[in-house]
């Protein structure tokens, strides 16, 4: 079975400051991970993907993430926040076999202020 | 217009009553899902369906039915509503094969429900 933990809940940081929203996942098979991101009162939206390839994954809105395979890690970072990057942030998983059903982690709330 | 589309946005109901929340899609994804938000839990799988006769249960299925009308409806039912099923609902879409293999989901912006 897989699951995805993110490790902190809330995230408080100041305007133009780095960020780094931690994930890690536990599978016994190969895995695609996934980053979504809630804008209050929204839905939820793919920030970015790991499918195979180089494990440095670069998204939408200046966001990168690293799989990381022997840490079992899906981090995703930012070098300089914007008040516009207040939201909810989501890391899921797909392991080979789930027949496309995505396990998400609880979820970080990113509270970028000035 | 939106791909995925929910209605009500919101809606305010009794315990005991019966309710249901639809979804709409003009993505024409085979694959379509059921999720509910409770904060601090993230999002937990209710249903899911992999075409029009293919229904199957996820996490947290008790206490709601699903109906899959057509490759673009799927709605959600809630035969007697309970006070600890007011949460957020999110439909999303996938499609079979290519992105789906990877689990891209797209997702509607969600219907609140409060069951009082």
């Known amino acids: 079975a897989q699951s995805v933990t993110q490790l902190d809940s809330q995230v408080p940081v100041f305007e133009e400051a780095p960020v780094e929203l931690r994930c890690n996942y536990s599978?016994?098979?190969?895995?695609?991970l996934f980053w979504y991101v809630q804008y209050p009162n929204q839905g939820l939206q793919l920030l970015l993907k790991?499918?195979?390839?180089?494990?440095l994954v670069k998204g939408i809105n200046g966001f990168e993430a690293e799989f990381n395979k022997s840490q079992t890690s899906f981090h995703l970072r930012k070098p300089s926040v914007h008040i516009s990057d207040t939201a909810e942030y989501f890391c899921?998983?797909?392991?080979?076999?789930?027949?496309?059903?995505?396990?998400f982690g609880k979820g970080t709330k990113l509270s970028v202020k000035p | 217009d939106a791909d995925v589309t929910q209605t009500p946005r919101n809606r305010i109901t009794k315990t005991g009553k019966r309710i249901m929340l639809e979804c709409s899609q003009t993505?024409?994804?085979?694959?379509m899902y059921w999720y509910r938000q409770d904060p601090g839990l993230g999002l937990r799988l209710i249903y899911y369906?992999?075409?029009?006769?293919?229904?199957n249960k996820g996490e947290i299925s008790d206490g709601y039915s699903v109906s899959r009308q057509a490759q673009a409806k799927f709605s959600l039912s809630l035969e007697s509503a309970i006070p600890n099923q007011t949460a957020l609902y999110f439909c999303?879409?996938?499609?079979?094969?290519?992105?789906?293999?990877?689990?891209?989901?797209?997702f509607g912006p969600g219907t609140r429900l409060t069951v009082l």
């Open positions: 790991y499918l195979s390839g180089s494990t």
């Open positions: 899921a998983v797909n392991g080979a076999g789930s027949q496309g059903n995505l396990i």
């Open positions: 599978s016994s098979v190969s895995v695609y």
């Open positions: 993505k024409g994804h085979d694959r």
């Open positions: 369906s992999f075409d029009v006769k293919d229904i």
């Open positions: 999303a879409t996938s499609d079979l094969g290519g992105a789906s293999e990877w689990g891209e989901q797209f």
